[in-house]
């Protein structure tokens, strides 16, 4: 299997804290990797680094090859990074097929040409898109009167509009409803096996995690203390450490898994 993105000894300090330590995975095509650990772990710091929002102290990052040092944002986005965030970043004011036609239109980069007849353009390709997260009905309904879920599956959407080899999303489920938050991850996981995309996600929920990442890494204090199978990751010592002094990561999955 090829590698989409790769890490070597990537860190980052904030003064004397050492957020990020020295972390060095790979990320393969058509895998679903996900990246755990307690509050404060590293998992944002780890994101904003490898989007090109935060600059590593020191290491390497490296997109199908290429080495993103120095790169911003919006180049390693057109890269074919695609990310959702914890908060929407969706229009209220635009319909739900109007959000993906604006990501459609960024995508081909027809923003200052198509103005006047933007409502129309991409219309078809915004429904496929629609269609395939399960929004198509909604598709002419405002953003502004979206259940909080519905926002969520559009802003896969969106992503996907961007036509990404990898996606990073960080606690796609927060907020959401166990049935909703299982849901999602599923077909974020129909995504990853029918469009060979790779996504790299953040998750407190341990119950999605276990039900869907093809693999686990665990950050404690800024280092990547465990990487492998769900079942490698619920039998690590170290693992088992670091999450029952918090008493909710195994017994909450175990439960979720017999429900
Ligand atoms: N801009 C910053 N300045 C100073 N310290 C920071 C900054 N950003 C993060 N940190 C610190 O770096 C460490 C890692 O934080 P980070 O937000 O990456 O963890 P996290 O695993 O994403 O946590 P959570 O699950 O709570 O979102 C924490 O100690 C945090 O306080």
Redesign the pocket.
């Known amino acids: 299997m090829s590698i989409v993105l790769e890490t070597q000894g990537l860190s980052k300090s904030?003064?004397a804290?050492k957020?990020?330590s020295d972390v060095s995975f790979a990320l393969h095509k058509g895998e679903l990797l996900a990246m755990i650990?307690?509050?404060?772990?590293?998992?944002?710091?780890?994101?904003?680094m490898l989007m090109g929002q935060l600059k590593p102290t020191a290491g390497t990052v490296w997109l199908n090859g290429q080495d993103l040092a120095g790169l911003g944002p919006r180049q390693i986005w057109r890269m074919g990074v695609g990310r959702t965030f914890q908060i929407t970043g969706t229009y209220a004011s635009m319909t739900v097929a109007e959000n993906v036609q604006m990501a459609l239109i960024s995508h081909h980069r027809r923003v200052f040409s198509i103005l006047p007849y933007a409502h129309r353009l991409y219309r078809d390709r915004a429904l496929d898109l629609l269609n395939l997260v399960g929004m198509a009905d909604q598709a002419d309904r405002h953003c502004a009167v979206l259940a909080y879920g519905d926002l969520k599956r559009l802003e896969l959407a969106i992503a996907l509009a961007h036509e990404p080899s990898l996606l990073l999303m960080d606690?796609p489920t927060a907020g959401m409803a166990p049935r909703e938050r299982i849901a999602l991850m599923q077909l974020t996981a129909d995504i990853v096996r029918d469009r060979g995309v790779s996504v790299l996600f953040?998750e407190?929920d341990m119950d999605v995690v276990f039900a869907h990442a093809h693999r686990v890494m665990v950050?404690n204090r800024?280092q990547l203390i465990a990487d492998g199978t769900v079942d490698q990751i619920r039998n690590d010592p170290r693992v088992q450490e670091v999450y029952l002094g918090g008493g909710t990561l195994f017994h909450a999955a175990e439960e979720g898994q017999h429900a």
């Open positions: 904030f003064g804290i957020a990020v650990g307690p509050n404060g772990a590293g998992k944002s710091t780890c994101f904003n606690e953040t407190h950050l800024g």
